[in-house]
């Protein structure tokens, strides 16, 4: 069984800062990427930014130059780090992992709870 736990999230104002921070544990063999996605009211759920195992990473447009995300292999946790956040940025974010566990060879996706992120003055 697999868990991935959601922290941070909360109100900014434009221009301000919020760390996300997601956890993942359980019967887990090998991480091969983690990420976040976003999802808007009315609007389809987005890839926001995602990391390999080998620390390659992408960006959605809309968000790069203002998001790092990064990741602590040995705590299996990715981090996302929003500066510059801006109203459109307003969305519930999720993190996700693909990852192997013990009892099946081959990677599966898994997601954390959503966090609400508001950008707002």
């Known amino acids: 069984q697999v868990q991935l736990v959601v922290s941070g999230g909360g109100l900014v104002q434009p221009g301000g800062s919020l760390r996300l921070s997601c956890a993942a544990s359980?019967?887990?063999?090998?991480?091969?990427?983690m990420g976040w996605y976003r999802q808007a009211p009315g609007k389809q759920r987005e890839l926001v930014a995602h990391?390999?195992?080998?620390?390659?990473?992408t960006y959605a447009d809309s968000v790069k130059g203002r998001f790092t995300i990064s990741r602590d292999n040995v705590k299996n946790t990715v981090y996302l780090q929003m500066n510059s956040l801006k109203p459109e940025d307003t969305a519930v974010y999720y993190c996700y992992a693909r990852l192997i566990t013990v009892d099946r060879p081959y990677p599966n996706d898994y997601w954390g709870q959503g966090t609400q992120v508001t950008v707002s003055s």
């Open positions: 990391i390999t195992s080998g620390s390659t990473t």
């Open positions: 359980g019967s887990i063999f090998s991480i091969n990427a």
